[in-house]
Protein backbone atom coordinates (compact mmCIF):
# COMPACT_ATOMS: atom_id res chain seq x y z
CA UNK A 1 0.00 0.00 0.00
CA UNK A 2 1.24 3.13 -0.90
CA UNK A 3 2.04 5.68 1.40
CA UNK A 4 2.90 9.46 2.05
CA UNK A 5 2.90 10.33 5.56
CA UNK A 6 3.99 14.32 5.66
CA UNK A 7 5.15 15.86 9.67
CA UNK A 8 6.64 18.79 11.17
CA UNK A 9 3.53 21.28 10.96
CA UNK A 10 2.38 23.27 13.97
CA UNK A 11 1.72 26.96 14.96
CA UNK A 12 4.37 30.06 14.60
CA UNK A 13 4.95 32.90 14.29
CA UNK A 14 5.57 35.53 11.54
CA UNK A 15 9.16 35.19 10.69
CA UNK A 16 9.79 31.63 12.13
CA UNK A 17 10.76 28.54 10.40
CA UNK A 18 9.26 25.10 10.12
CA UNK A 19 10.80 22.18 8.10
CA UNK A 20 7.94 19.83 6.96
CA UNK A 21 8.98 16.00 6.31
CA UNK A 22 7.18 13.48 3.66
CA UNK A 23 7.62 9.56 4.31
CA UNK A 24 7.02 7.65 1.03
CA UNK A 25 6.48 3.92 1.32
CA UNK A 26 4.55 1.31 -0.27
CA UNK A 27 6.34 1.71 -3.88
CA UNK A 28 9.42 2.34 -5.62
CA UNK A 29 9.14 6.40 -6.14
CA UNK A 30 12.32 6.21 -8.51
CA UNK A 31 12.15 8.62 -11.09
CA UNK A 32 9.08 10.20 -9.26
CA UNK A 33 8.71 14.04 -8.89
CA UNK A 34 7.88 14.71 -5.38
CA UNK A 35 5.88 18.01 -4.73
CA UNK A 36 4.56 20.11 -1.77
CA UNK A 37 0.48 21.81 -2.36
CA UNK A 38 -1.39 23.80 0.17
CA UNK A 39 -4.49 24.64 0.77
CA UNK A 40 -6.20 27.17 2.77
CA UNK A 41 -9.41 27.67 3.93
CA UNK A 42 -12.10 28.58 1.56
CA UNK A 43 -9.23 28.33 -1.18
CA UNK A 44 -8.49 26.30 -3.92
CA UNK A 45 -5.41 23.95 -3.45
CA UNK A 46 -2.06 25.63 -4.79
CA UNK A 47 1.23 24.42 -6.18
CA UNK A 48 4.18 25.18 -3.58
CA UNK A 49 7.22 23.67 -4.87
CA UNK A 50 8.55 20.42 -6.44
CA UNK A 51 11.46 18.41 -6.96
CA UNK A 52 12.28 15.85 -9.87
CA UNK A 53 14.18 12.79 -9.12
CA UNK A 54 17.49 14.80 -11.17
CA UNK A 55 16.71 17.41 -8.00
CA UNK A 56 15.46 19.92 -10.34
CA UNK A 57 13.62 22.51 -8.42
CA UNK A 58 10.58 24.40 -9.01
CA UNK A 59 8.72 27.17 -6.54
CA UNK A 60 5.78 28.79 -6.67
CA UNK A 61 6.77 33.03 -7.37
CA UNK A 62 4.75 33.56 -3.73
CA UNK A 63 7.55 30.72 -1.76
CA UNK A 64 10.52 31.93 -3.54
CA UNK A 65 13.46 32.59 -1.71
CA UNK A 66 11.93 31.14 1.52
CA UNK A 67 10.98 27.76 1.27
CA UNK A 68 13.55 25.35 -0.02
CA UNK A 69 12.35 21.61 -1.32
CA UNK A 70 14.85 18.31 -0.77
CA UNK A 71 14.64 14.80 -1.31
CA UNK A 72 16.76 11.62 0.52
CA UNK A 73 16.58 9.16 -2.36
CA UNK A 74 17.60 6.52 0.10
CA UNK A 75 15.44 7.59 2.86
CA UNK A 76 11.92 7.93 0.71
CA UNK A 77 11.49 11.20 2.08
CA UNK A 78 11.04 14.83 0.64
CA UNK A 79 11.36 18.04 2.70
CA UNK A 80 10.10 21.28 3.22
CA UNK A 81 12.11 24.24 4.59
CA UNK A 82 10.21 26.98 5.43
CA UNK A 83 11.58 30.06 6.48
CA UNK A 84 10.30 33.86 7.03
CA UNK A 85 7.13 32.97 7.39
CA UNK A 86 4.09 34.45 6.83
CA UNK A 87 0.53 34.63 8.43
CA UNK A 88 -0.87 34.00 4.57
CA UNK A 89 0.76 30.80 4.37
CA UNK A 90 -1.04 29.55 6.83
CA UNK A 91 -2.30 26.16 5.16
CA UNK A 92 -2.65 22.57 5.19
CA UNK A 93 0.06 21.39 3.42
CA UNK A 94 -0.24 18.13 1.09
CA UNK A 95 2.88 16.27 0.15
CA UNK A 96 2.00 14.23 -3.49
CA UNK A 97 3.92 12.39 -6.19
CA UNK A 98 4.04 12.29 -9.46
CA UNK A 99 5.36 10.48 -12.82
CA UNK A 100 5.29 13.75 -14.59
CA UNK A 101 8.69 15.51 -14.51
CA UNK A 102 7.38 18.68 -13.89
CA UNK A 103 3.94 20.02 -13.03
CA UNK A 104 2.16 22.67 -11.21
CA UNK A 105 -1.36 20.98 -11.41
CA UNK A 106 -2.37 18.75 -8.90
CA UNK A 107 -4.41 16.72 -11.76
CA UNK A 108 -0.92 15.34 -12.54
CA UNK A 109 -0.04 14.16 -9.25
CA UNK A 110 -1.03 10.14 -8.33
CA UNK A 111 0.09 9.28 -4.58
CA UNK A 112 -1.01 12.18 -2.12
CA UNK A 113 -0.96 12.00 1.73
CA UNK A 114 -3.23 13.31 4.24
CA UNK A 115 -1.79 16.61 4.91
CA UNK A 116 -0.15 18.60 7.46
CA UNK A 117 -1.58 21.67 8.94
CA UNK A 118 0.63 25.22 9.10
CA UNK A 119 0.02 28.13 11.17
CA UNK A 120 1.62 31.08 11.23
CA UNK A 121 0.34 34.06 13.76
CA UNK A 122 0.73 37.52 12.98
Known amino acids: QVQLVESGGGLVQAGGSLRLSCAAS????????MGWFRQAPGKEREFVTS???????YYAESVKGRFTISRDKFKNTVYLQMNSLKPEDTAIYYC????????????????WGQGTQVTVSS
Open 96 to 111: AASNVYYSDSASSYTY
Open 26 to 33: GRTFRGYS
Open 51 to 57: ITWSAST
